[in-house]
């Protein structure tokens, strides 16, 4: 298993922060699309498809 990053709670709306360590190792920027991936049991999260 993989180093943990952070972590975020579950707005009433469904929405989550991305915390800031994520955001620099990913290069995410305001208006980015984030894509979630499926893999088994697991989802990741990418800027890409």
């Known amino acids: 298993m993989g180093k943990a990053l952070g972590?975020?709670?579950?707005?009433v709306r469904f929405?989550?922060?991305v915390p800031e360590e994520?955001?620099?190792k990913m290069k995410?920027?305001?208006g980015d699309t984030l894509v979630f991936v499926e893999d088994g049991k697991r989802i990741y999260?990418?800027?890409e498809f």
């Not at 972590?7 to 707005?11: D, E, F, G, P, W």
């Open 15 to 17: 929405q989550v922060t």
């Open 22 to 24: 994520v955001r620099k």
């Open 7 to 11: 972590s975020s709670k579950v707005t």
């Open 28 to 30: 995410v920027k305001d």
């Open 45 to 47: 999260i990418s800027t």
